[in-house]
């Protein structure tokens, strides 16, 4: 069982920039693929980054190329999403989540685990 709590979002303006974190419980965080989705309101949810178990393969949706980066710190059970550039159309609610196997990591299949998210409002 893997727990996965979200933080760091906020209200931004557009232009600027926030980091969210998504620290998980357990000891077999290493195990995991890790990835961040995002829902804003009346939309489907959608795939933002993703990241191996090691952190040496990451993968971004091509509406956040160049303007996120996703890490990770398998000491710390945590990872991470580094927003630049934000948009109003960024506004939306942050999820991460948790894949033990597969590699699809654009589908939200793929994934065991999900955390309760964490809201980003970016203010124009």
């Known amino acids: 069982q893997v727990q996965l709590v979200e933080s760091g979002g906020g209200l931004v303006q557009a232009g600027g920039s926030l980091r969210l974190s998504c620290a998980a419980s357990?000891?077999?965080?290493?195990?995991?693929?890790m990835g961040w989705f995002r829902q804003a309101r009346g939309k489907e949810r959608e795939f933002v980054a993703a990241i191996s178990w090691s952190g040496g393969d990451t993968v971004y949706a091509d509406s956040m190329k160049g303007r996120s980066t996703i890490s990770r710190d398998n000491a710390k059970n945590t990872v991470y999403l580094q927003m630049k550039s934000l948009q109003p159309e960024d506004t939306a609610a942050y999820y991460c989540a948790a894949a033990k196997y597969g590699s699809n990591w654009i589908r939200e299949d793929v994934y065991d685990y999900w955390g309760q998210g964490t809201q980003v409002t970016v203010s124009s």
């Open positions: 357990g000891r077999t965080f290493s195990l995991y693929a």
